[in-house]
């Protein structure tokens, strides 16, 4: 899985294996290594405020 190699290793290629969706899927979705970085933090923060709020 991409989070246990650290945020350096996170990539589009290594999200669709770990997710095994086909190749290309997470770049359709985000286009840059930034905005997939983005997505990556704001499911964390939305996860964690949903643990918070029970």
Do not use: K, N, W
């Not at 899985?1 to 669709?16: F, I, K, N, W």
């Amino acid at each position: 899985m991409p989070a246990e190699q650290g945020s350096r290793e996170l990539s589009h290629r290594a999200v669709d294996t770990a997710a095994a969706v086909p190749p290309g899927t997470t770049s359709r979705y985000f286009r840059t290594s930034d905005a997939l970085l983005d997505g990556v933090i704001e499911r964390i923060t939305h996860r964690l405020g949903e643990r918070v709020d029970a």
